[in-house]
Protein backbone atom coordinates (compact mmCIF):
# COMPACT_ATOMS: atom_id res chain seq x y z
CA UNK A 1 0.00 0.00 0.00
CA UNK A 2 1.07 3.71 -0.65
CA UNK A 3 2.29 5.41 2.60
CA UNK A 4 -0.61 7.41 3.62
CA UNK A 5 -0.10 6.95 7.10
CA UNK A 6 -3.85 8.79 7.93
CA UNK A 7 -6.48 10.36 5.58
CA UNK A 8 -6.12 13.87 5.49
CA UNK A 9 -8.52 16.04 3.17
CA UNK A 10 -6.13 18.95 4.08
CA UNK A 11 -3.27 17.11 2.51
CA UNK A 12 -5.05 15.69 -0.32
CA UNK A 13 -3.54 17.06 -3.83
CA UNK A 14 -1.67 16.53 -6.55
CA UNK A 15 1.36 17.41 -5.09
CA UNK A 16 1.34 15.11 -2.30
CA UNK A 17 -0.11 12.41 -4.44
CA UNK A 18 1.98 12.91 -7.61
CA UNK A 19 -0.53 10.48 -9.74
CA UNK A 20 -1.18 10.85 -13.32
CA UNK A 21 -4.79 12.62 -13.73
CA UNK A 22 -5.60 9.69 -16.18
CA UNK A 23 -4.96 6.90 -13.58
CA UNK A 24 -8.04 5.42 -11.61
CA UNK A 25 -6.45 5.48 -8.39
CA UNK A 26 -5.98 9.31 -8.97
CA UNK A 27 -9.76 9.91 -10.00
CA UNK A 28 -10.99 7.94 -6.57
CA UNK A 29 -8.34 9.45 -4.36
CA UNK A 30 -9.71 12.79 -5.45
CA UNK A 31 -13.52 11.58 -4.79
CA UNK A 32 -12.04 10.82 -1.68
CA UNK A 33 -10.16 13.96 -0.53
CA UNK A 34 -13.92 15.23 -0.78
CA UNK A 35 -15.56 12.63 1.47
CA UNK A 36 -17.36 14.23 4.40
CA UNK A 37 -18.42 10.60 5.76
CA UNK A 38 -14.86 9.61 7.17
CA UNK A 39 -14.15 12.24 10.15
CA UNK A 40 -12.71 11.34 13.36
CA UNK A 41 -15.53 10.75 15.82
CA UNK A 42 -16.49 7.98 12.49
CA UNK A 43 -12.95 6.78 13.51
CA UNK A 44 -13.57 6.65 17.55
CA UNK A 45 -17.35 5.07 17.24
CA UNK A 46 -16.07 2.15 15.39
CA UNK A 47 -12.80 1.29 17.87
CA UNK A 48 -15.56 1.92 20.64
CA UNK A 49 -17.94 -0.78 18.46
CA UNK A 50 -15.07 -2.80 18.13
CA UNK A 51 -13.92 -2.74 21.74
CA UNK A 52 -17.59 -3.74 22.83
CA UNK A 53 -17.32 -6.74 20.38
CA UNK A 54 -13.91 -7.48 22.01
CA UNK A 55 -15.22 -7.75 25.53
CA UNK A 56 -18.54 -9.37 24.85
CA UNK A 57 -16.22 -11.86 22.86
CA UNK A 58 -14.38 -12.20 25.95
CA UNK A 59 -16.86 -13.09 28.49
CA UNK A 60 -18.55 -16.24 26.16
CA UNK A 61 -15.10 -17.58 25.84
CA UNK A 62 -14.61 -17.46 29.60
CA UNK A 63 -18.15 -18.87 29.90
CA UNK A 64 -17.63 -21.27 27.42
CA UNK A 65 -14.79 -22.89 26.66
CA UNK A 66 -14.84 -25.74 29.19
CA UNK A 67 -17.57 -27.29 26.32
CA UNK A 68 -14.74 -27.49 23.47
CA UNK A 69 -13.64 -30.77 25.48
CA UNK A 70 -12.72 -33.97 23.71
CA UNK A 71 -15.95 -36.66 23.53
CA UNK A 72 -16.77 -39.56 21.48
CA UNK A 73 -18.04 -39.30 18.43
CA UNK A 74 -21.35 -40.25 19.22
CA UNK A 75 -21.52 -37.47 21.85
CA UNK A 76 -20.95 -34.73 19.17
CA UNK A 77 -23.68 -32.20 18.61
CA UNK A 78 -24.39 -30.82 15.35
CA UNK A 79 -26.91 -29.46 13.77
CA UNK A 80 -27.25 -28.04 9.84
CA UNK A 81 -29.61 -25.84 11.00
CA UNK A 82 -27.58 -24.36 13.71
CA UNK A 83 -24.71 -24.21 10.99
CA UNK A 84 -26.87 -22.42 8.44
CA UNK A 85 -28.38 -19.73 11.21
CA UNK A 86 -24.64 -19.00 12.59
CA UNK A 87 -23.31 -18.20 9.15
CA UNK A 88 -26.44 -16.26 8.07
CA UNK A 89 -25.95 -14.21 11.19
CA UNK A 90 -22.13 -13.66 10.81
CA UNK A 91 -23.22 -12.30 7.15
CA UNK A 92 -25.70 -10.22 8.47
CA UNK A 93 -22.87 -8.75 11.28
CA UNK A 94 -20.70 -8.55 8.11
CA UNK A 95 -23.16 -6.56 5.88
CA UNK A 96 -24.00 -4.30 9.08
CA UNK A 97 -20.43 -3.29 9.86
CA UNK A 98 -19.36 -2.90 6.12
CA UNK A 99 -22.21 -1.12 5.56
CA UNK A 100 -21.54 1.15 8.86
CA UNK A 101 -17.80 1.78 8.23
CA UNK A 102 -16.80 2.39 4.42
CA UNK A 103 -13.25 0.88 5.29
CA UNK A 104 -9.64 1.91 6.03
CA UNK A 105 -9.69 4.94 3.08
CA UNK A 106 -6.37 3.72 1.83
CA UNK A 107 -7.07 0.49 1.07
CA UNK A 108 -10.38 1.39 -0.05
CA UNK A 109 -9.05 3.47 -2.77
CA UNK A 110 -6.63 0.85 -4.05
CA UNK A 111 -8.97 -1.98 -4.24
CA UNK A 112 -11.49 0.28 -6.44
CA UNK A 113 -8.77 1.42 -8.54
CA UNK A 114 -7.36 -1.73 -8.74
CA UNK A 115 -10.75 -2.67 -9.59
CA UNK A 116 -11.55 -0.95 -12.23
CA UNK A 117 -7.86 -0.56 -13.73
CA UNK A 118 -8.28 -3.91 -14.71
CA UNK A 119 -12.12 -3.96 -15.99
CA UNK A 120 -10.69 -0.80 -18.42
CA UNK A 121 -7.09 -1.97 -18.92
CA UNK A 122 -7.08 -6.21 -18.52
CA UNK A 123 -4.55 -7.86 -16.88
CA UNK A 124 -2.35 -7.23 -20.03
CA UNK A 125 -2.08 -3.58 -19.59
CA UNK A 126 -2.92 -3.28 -15.99
CA UNK A 127 0.44 -2.92 -14.43
CA UNK A 128 1.51 -0.56 -17.16
CA UNK A 129 -1.49 1.69 -16.60
CA UNK A 130 -1.55 1.77 -13.28
CA UNK A 131 0.92 4.83 -11.35
CA UNK A 132 0.72 2.36 -8.54
CA UNK A 133 -0.15 -1.14 -8.20
CA UNK A 134 2.10 -3.71 -5.64
CA UNK A 135 -0.37 -6.75 -5.08
CA UNK A 136 0.68 -9.90 -7.41
CA UNK A 137 -1.98 -10.84 -9.84
CA UNK A 138 -3.79 -12.97 -7.99
CA UNK A 139 -5.76 -10.89 -6.17
CA UNK A 140 -6.28 -8.34 -8.86
CA UNK A 141 -7.80 -11.33 -10.72
CA UNK A 142 -10.80 -11.38 -7.77
CA UNK A 143 -11.31 -7.36 -8.61
CA UNK A 144 -12.17 -8.22 -12.28
CA UNK A 145 -15.44 -9.24 -11.99
CA UNK A 146 -16.34 -6.75 -9.46
CA UNK A 147 -14.59 -3.68 -11.68
CA UNK A 148 -16.87 -4.78 -14.54
CA UNK A 149 -20.06 -4.17 -11.72
CA UNK A 150 -18.82 -1.36 -10.79
CA UNK A 151 -18.41 -0.32 -13.97
CA UNK A 152 -21.35 -1.09 -15.52
CA UNK A 153 -23.67 0.17 -12.72
CA UNK A 154 -21.68 3.15 -12.41
CA UNK A 155 -21.61 3.30 -8.68
CA UNK A 156 -19.55 6.44 -7.50
CA UNK A 157 -16.65 5.96 -4.94
CA UNK A 158 -18.99 7.72 -2.59
CA UNK A 159 -22.40 5.29 -2.64
CA UNK A 160 -21.93 2.80 0.06
CA UNK A 161 -22.56 0.06 -1.89
CA UNK A 162 -19.50 0.32 -3.93
CA UNK A 163 -17.23 -0.38 -0.69
CA UNK A 164 -19.56 -3.07 0.11
CA UNK A 165 -18.86 -4.54 -3.55
CA UNK A 166 -15.57 -4.45 -2.62
CA UNK A 167 -15.85 -5.93 0.70
CA UNK A 168 -17.90 -8.82 -1.10
CA UNK A 169 -14.77 -11.08 -1.61
CA UNK A 170 -13.24 -11.03 1.71
CA UNK A 171 -16.48 -11.89 3.24
CA UNK A 172 -16.95 -15.30 1.22
CA UNK A 173 -13.49 -16.06 2.03
CA UNK A 174 -14.51 -15.16 5.92
CA UNK A 175 -17.02 -17.52 4.90
CA UNK A 176 -15.22 -20.12 3.48
CA UNK A 177 -12.53 -20.47 6.34
CA UNK A 178 -15.32 -21.01 8.56
CA UNK A 179 -16.53 -23.95 6.53
CA UNK A 180 -13.68 -25.72 6.67
CA UNK A 181 -12.81 -24.98 10.65
CA UNK A 182 -16.69 -26.70 10.98
CA UNK A 183 -15.95 -29.46 8.58
CA UNK A 184 -12.65 -30.82 9.70
CA UNK A 185 -13.86 -29.97 13.53
CA UNK A 186 -16.78 -32.28 12.63
CA UNK A 187 -14.69 -35.02 11.15
CA UNK A 188 -12.47 -35.09 14.48
CA UNK A 189 -13.28 -35.75 17.60
CA UNK A 190 -14.67 -32.19 18.81
CA UNK A 191 -17.45 -32.24 21.46
CA UNK A 192 -19.17 -28.77 19.53
CA UNK A 193 -17.85 -27.86 15.88
CA UNK A 194 -20.19 -24.99 15.56
CA UNK A 195 -18.90 -23.69 18.46
CA UNK A 196 -15.33 -23.81 17.78
CA UNK A 197 -16.45 -22.29 14.08
CA UNK A 198 -18.52 -19.39 15.44
CA UNK A 199 -15.78 -18.35 17.58
CA UNK A 200 -13.40 -18.21 14.74
CA UNK A 201 -16.31 -16.69 12.98
CA UNK A 202 -16.84 -13.82 15.50
CA UNK A 203 -13.70 -13.13 16.18
CA UNK A 204 -13.33 -9.54 16.21
CA UNK A 205 -9.62 -9.35 14.87
CA UNK A 206 -11.55 -10.99 11.65
CA UNK A 207 -14.44 -9.06 11.78
CA UNK A 208 -11.76 -6.02 12.52
CA UNK A 209 -9.81 -7.15 9.60
CA UNK A 210 -12.23 -7.91 6.73
CA UNK A 211 -15.82 -6.43 7.07
CA UNK A 212 -14.39 -2.88 8.96
CA UNK A 213 -10.71 -2.05 7.73
CA UNK A 214 -11.64 -3.97 4.38
CA UNK A 215 -8.04 -6.03 4.00
CA UNK A 216 -7.91 -9.26 2.26
CA UNK A 217 -5.36 -11.05 5.26
CA UNK A 218 -8.26 -13.97 5.09
CA UNK A 219 -7.99 -14.21 1.50
CA UNK A 220 -4.47 -15.69 1.79
CA UNK A 221 -5.09 -17.18 5.08
CA UNK A 222 -7.81 -19.38 3.26
CA UNK A 223 -5.24 -21.32 1.15
CA UNK A 224 -2.70 -21.58 4.53
CA UNK A 225 -4.97 -23.19 5.99
CA UNK A 226 -5.58 -24.95 2.77
CA UNK A 227 -1.65 -25.88 2.81
CA UNK A 228 -1.60 -26.80 6.32
CA UNK A 229 -4.38 -29.60 5.83
CA UNK A 230 -3.33 -30.77 2.56
CA UNK A 231 0.10 -31.41 4.77
CA UNK A 232 -1.60 -33.19 7.15
CA UNK A 233 -3.29 -35.24 5.11
CA UNK A 234 0.20 -35.97 3.23
CA UNK A 235 -1.49 -34.27 0.22
CA UNK A 236 1.84 -32.78 -1.04
CA UNK A 237 0.37 -31.56 -4.78
CA UNK A 238 -2.54 -29.92 -3.26
CA UNK A 239 -0.40 -28.52 -0.57
CA UNK A 240 2.21 -27.20 -3.03
CA UNK A 241 -0.72 -25.24 -5.24
CA UNK A 242 -2.23 -23.75 -1.94
CA UNK A 243 0.76 -22.56 -1.49
CA UNK A 244 1.24 -21.29 -4.77
CA UNK A 245 -2.23 -19.45 -5.22
CA UNK A 246 -1.76 -18.16 -1.16
CA UNK A 247 1.64 -16.13 -2.90
CA UNK A 248 -0.58 -15.02 -5.72
CA UNK A 249 -2.38 -13.12 -3.16
CA UNK A 250 0.16 -11.87 -0.83
CA UNK A 251 3.74 -11.85 -0.70
CA UNK A 252 3.36 -12.42 3.13
CA UNK A 253 2.73 -16.54 1.99
CA UNK A 254 6.51 -15.91 1.63
CA UNK A 255 6.89 -16.17 5.20
CA UNK A 256 5.09 -19.10 5.49
CA UNK A 257 8.18 -20.74 2.94
CA UNK A 258 9.60 -22.50 6.15
CA UNK A 259 6.28 -24.25 7.64
CA UNK A 260 5.99 -25.77 4.10
CA UNK A 261 9.81 -27.09 3.76
CA UNK A 262 8.91 -28.57 7.14
CA UNK A 263 5.43 -29.98 6.11
CA UNK A 264 7.98 -31.76 3.13
CA UNK A 265 10.25 -33.00 6.04
CA UNK A 266 7.15 -34.56 7.67
CA UNK A 267 6.22 -35.96 4.18
CA UNK A 268 9.59 -37.40 3.52
CA UNK A 269 10.17 -39.08 7.23
CA UNK A 270 6.74 -41.00 6.41
CA UNK A 271 6.97 -42.16 2.68
CA UNK A 272 9.08 -44.19 0.68
CA UNK A 273 11.93 -42.59 -1.20
CA UNK A 274 10.60 -43.41 -4.69
CA UNK A 275 7.23 -41.84 -3.63
CA UNK A 276 9.01 -38.55 -2.53
CA UNK A 277 10.76 -38.29 -5.86
CA UNK A 278 8.00 -38.71 -8.07
CA UNK A 279 5.42 -36.51 -6.06
CA UNK A 280 7.79 -34.04 -5.73
CA UNK A 281 8.46 -33.73 -9.59
CA UNK A 282 4.57 -34.12 -9.87
CA UNK A 283 3.81 -31.49 -7.17
CA UNK A 284 6.62 -29.02 -8.13
CA UNK A 285 5.25 -28.75 -11.98
CA UNK A 286 2.00 -28.41 -11.86
CA UNK A 287 2.24 -26.19 -9.00
CA UNK A 288 4.77 -24.02 -11.46
CA UNK A 289 2.06 -24.55 -14.17
CA UNK A 290 -0.83 -22.71 -12.24
CA UNK A 291 1.54 -19.94 -11.20
CA UNK A 292 2.08 -19.63 -14.92
CA UNK A 293 -1.27 -19.76 -16.18
CA UNK A 294 -2.37 -17.30 -13.37
CA UNK A 295 -0.05 -14.78 -14.32
CA UNK A 296 -0.27 -15.75 -17.95
CA UNK A 297 -2.50 -13.00 -18.76
CA UNK A 298 -0.85 -10.31 -17.38
CA UNK A 299 2.98 -11.62 -19.12
CA UNK A 300 1.23 -10.42 -23.05
CA UNK A 301 2.96 -7.75 -23.28
CA UNK A 302 5.74 -7.95 -20.94
CA UNK A 303 9.38 -7.75 -22.36
CA UNK A 304 10.71 -8.33 -18.85
CA UNK A 305 10.35 -11.72 -17.84
CA UNK A 306 11.50 -11.22 -14.61
CA UNK A 307 8.81 -8.36 -13.67
CA UNK A 308 6.96 -10.52 -11.38
CA UNK A 309 9.48 -11.45 -9.18
CA UNK A 310 10.84 -7.79 -9.07
CA UNK A 311 7.10 -6.74 -8.06
CA UNK A 312 7.62 -9.10 -5.49
CA UNK A 313 11.42 -7.94 -4.61
CA UNK A 314 10.10 -3.96 -4.40
CA UNK A 315 6.79 -4.68 -2.38
CA UNK A 316 8.54 -6.28 0.29
CA UNK A 317 11.27 -3.45 0.93
CA UNK A 318 8.73 -0.80 -0.10
CA UNK A 319 8.15 -0.36 3.71
CA UNK A 320 11.91 0.12 5.04
CA UNK A 321 10.70 1.41 8.73
CA UNK A 322 11.14 -0.77 12.29
CA UNK A 323 7.78 -1.39 12.65
CA UNK A 324 4.64 -0.08 10.81
CA UNK A 325 2.17 0.12 13.11
CA UNK A 326 3.10 -3.29 14.97
CA UNK A 327 3.01 -3.35 18.43
CA UNK A 328 6.68 -5.45 18.52
CA UNK A 329 10.08 -5.71 20.31
CA UNK A 330 10.99 -3.53 17.91
CA UNK A 331 8.04 -0.45 18.49
CA UNK A 332 9.61 -1.16 22.36
CA UNK A 333 12.89 0.02 21.70
CA UNK A 334 11.89 3.18 19.69
CA UNK A 335 11.59 1.57 16.39
CA UNK A 336 7.75 2.30 15.23
CA UNK A 337 8.22 4.27 11.97
CA UNK A 338 11.67 5.14 12.13
CA UNK A 339 14.03 4.31 9.41
CA UNK A 340 15.46 0.79 9.37
CA UNK A 341 18.92 2.42 9.06
CA UNK A 342 18.53 3.70 12.65
CA UNK A 343 20.47 2.09 15.41
CA UNK A 344 19.53 0.79 19.14
CA UNK A 345 22.73 -0.07 21.14
CA UNK A 346 24.90 -0.11 17.81
CA UNK A 347 22.21 -2.24 15.94
CA UNK A 348 20.21 -1.14 13.21
CA UNK A 349 16.68 -1.83 13.29
CA UNK A 350 17.02 -3.98 10.34
CA UNK A 351 19.88 -5.80 11.92
CA UNK A 352 17.74 -6.16 15.05
CA UNK A 353 14.91 -7.61 13.30
CA UNK A 354 16.87 -10.27 10.68
CA UNK A 355 18.55 -11.88 14.35
CA UNK A 356 14.49 -11.73 15.39
CA UNK A 357 13.35 -13.42 12.29
CA UNK A 358 16.78 -16.18 11.90
CA UNK A 359 15.79 -16.86 15.17
CA UNK A 360 11.65 -17.57 15.10
CA UNK A 361 12.68 -19.86 11.91
CA UNK A 362 15.83 -21.56 13.85
CA UNK A 363 13.78 -22.35 16.97
CA UNK A 364 10.62 -23.57 15.02
CA UNK A 365 12.60 -25.59 12.98
CA UNK A 366 14.43 -27.12 15.91
CA UNK A 367 10.83 -27.98 17.46
CA UNK A 368 9.91 -29.56 14.37
CA UNK A 369 12.93 -31.78 13.51
CA UNK A 370 13.04 -32.66 17.22
CA UNK A 371 9.28 -33.66 17.14
CA UNK A 372 8.38 -36.90 16.31
CA UNK A 373 4.90 -36.38 14.52
CA UNK A 374 3.63 -33.71 12.68
CA UNK A 375 0.72 -33.53 15.04
CA UNK A 376 1.88 -29.76 16.04
CA UNK A 377 2.71 -28.42 12.71
CA UNK A 378 -0.08 -25.94 12.55
CA UNK A 379 1.22 -24.77 16.32
CA UNK A 380 4.37 -24.64 14.96
CA UNK A 381 3.20 -22.14 11.85
CA UNK A 382 1.49 -19.94 14.47
CA UNK A 383 4.65 -19.94 16.71
CA UNK A 384 6.85 -19.46 13.74
CA UNK A 385 4.32 -16.04 12.29
CA UNK A 386 3.95 -14.75 15.68
CA UNK A 387 7.54 -14.90 16.00
CA UNK A 388 8.62 -12.69 13.11
CA UNK A 389 5.91 -10.53 13.65
CA UNK A 390 6.74 -9.82 17.36
CA UNK A 391 10.66 -9.43 16.79
CA UNK A 392 10.74 -8.72 13.38
CA UNK A 393 11.38 -5.64 11.36
CA UNK A 394 9.03 -3.98 8.66
CA UNK A 395 5.92 -5.53 10.25
CA UNK A 396 2.61 -3.92 9.80
CA UNK A 397 -0.59 -4.57 12.57
CA UNK A 398 -1.73 -7.32 10.33
CA UNK A 399 1.15 -9.58 9.73
CA UNK A 400 0.08 -11.87 12.86
CA UNK A 401 -3.52 -12.33 11.49
CA UNK A 402 -2.93 -16.13 9.91
CA UNK A 403 -1.29 -17.07 13.12
CA UNK A 404 -4.93 -16.69 14.41
CA UNK A 405 -6.40 -19.41 11.83
CA UNK A 406 -2.87 -21.72 12.44
CA UNK A 407 -3.54 -21.80 15.73
CA UNK A 408 -7.38 -22.75 15.53
CA UNK A 409 -6.19 -25.31 12.87
CA UNK A 410 -3.43 -26.44 15.78
CA UNK A 411 -6.55 -27.22 18.29
CA UNK A 412 -8.04 -29.42 15.90
CA UNK A 413 -5.30 -31.62 14.97
CA UNK A 414 -4.01 -31.54 18.84
CA UNK A 415 -6.88 -30.55 20.88
CA UNK A 416 -5.81 -28.68 24.40
CA UNK A 417 -7.83 -25.38 26.05
CA UNK A 418 -3.84 -23.54 26.12
CA UNK A 419 -3.98 -23.54 22.18
CA UNK A 420 -7.23 -21.72 22.54
CA UNK A 421 -5.95 -19.86 25.20
CA UNK A 422 -3.36 -18.59 23.23
CA UNK A 423 -6.10 -17.90 20.33
CA UNK A 424 -7.79 -15.14 22.34
CA UNK A 425 -5.15 -13.56 23.51
CA UNK A 426 -3.35 -12.79 20.62
CA UNK A 427 -7.07 -12.24 18.66
CA UNK A 428 -7.43 -9.32 21.46
CA UNK A 429 -3.79 -7.83 20.80
CA UNK A 430 -4.25 -7.87 17.35
CA UNK A 431 -7.99 -6.23 17.87
CA UNK A 432 -6.63 -3.53 20.31
CA UNK A 433 -3.71 -2.71 17.59
CA UNK A 434 -5.95 -2.67 14.49
CA UNK A 435 -7.91 -0.24 16.43
CA UNK A 436 -5.28 1.85 17.50
CA UNK A 437 -4.13 2.73 13.71
CA UNK A 438 -8.12 3.15 12.72
CA UNK A 439 -8.36 5.72 15.49
CA UNK A 440 -5.01 7.50 14.81
CA UNK A 441 -4.30 7.40 18.29
CA UNK A 442 -0.43 6.15 18.51
CA UNK A 443 1.47 7.11 15.07
CA UNK A 444 4.63 9.00 15.34
CA UNK A 445 4.12 9.01 19.25
CA UNK A 446 5.14 6.86 22.25
CA UNK A 447 1.84 6.57 24.67
CA UNK A 448 1.17 3.99 27.26
CA UNK A 449 -0.98 1.80 25.50
CA UNK A 450 0.81 1.02 22.14
CA UNK A 451 3.50 0.57 24.79
CA UNK A 452 1.55 -1.84 27.18
CA UNK A 453 0.81 -4.08 24.35
CA UNK A 454 4.08 -4.34 23.04
CA UNK A 455 5.10 -5.95 25.96
CA UNK A 456 1.84 -8.02 25.86
CA UNK A 457 2.95 -9.11 22.46
CA UNK A 458 6.88 -10.37 23.43
CA UNK A 459 5.27 -12.08 26.92
CA UNK A 460 2.69 -14.02 24.85
CA UNK A 461 5.48 -14.81 22.42
CA UNK A 462 7.53 -16.34 25.60
CA UNK A 463 4.87 -18.54 26.34
CA UNK A 464 4.05 -19.85 23.23
CA UNK A 465 7.88 -20.70 23.16
CA UNK A 466 7.56 -22.83 26.34
CA UNK A 467 3.87 -24.10 25.35
CA UNK A 468 5.47 -25.07 21.88
CA UNK A 469 8.42 -27.02 23.33
CA UNK A 470 6.59 -28.59 26.03
CA UNK A 471 3.81 -29.84 23.41
CA UNK A 472 7.23 -30.82 20.90
CA UNK A 473 7.75 -32.99 24.57
CA UNK A 474 4.85 -34.91 24.49
CA UNK A 475 4.22 -35.41 20.81
CA UNK A 476 3.45 -39.16 21.18
CA UNK A 477 0.68 -38.21 24.24
CA UNK A 478 -2.22 -35.91 24.66
CA UNK A 479 -1.08 -32.94 25.95
Known amino acids: ?62 RTYKQFTLLSTNQRTSSKTKLALLLISGICLRIFLAFFYTGHPTDMTCWSGWALGMANYGPGSFYESMQFADYPPGYLLILWPIGILLRLTELPYTHILHSMLLKLPIIIFDLLTTLLIYYYAEKGQHKNPLLLAAFFFFNPAVLLTSSIWGQVDIVFSFFVILMLISLYNERLLYASI ?57 LITKKDPLWLFKLYFSTMGSYPYGSLNATNFIAIINGLWAPDTATFLGLSYKLIGLIGILFSIGYTAFLAIKDSTKNNLALYGALMIIGIFTLGHHMHERYIFPALVCLILAYLYRP ?17 NMSLVLTDSYLFSYQLM ?7 QVIGYILLCIYSYQACKLSKEAI
Open 450 to 456: PLILSYL
Open 242 to 298: AFVLGLLIKPQMFLFGPIFVIGYYYYCKEKPAQTVIKQTLISGLIALGVFILICLPF
Open 1 to 62: MPNLIRFNPSKCSNDYYPLEESDFCANILLKLCQREIIMENEFQLIANIVLLLMIIYSIIYI
Open 416 to 432: HKNTLHFFVYFSILETL
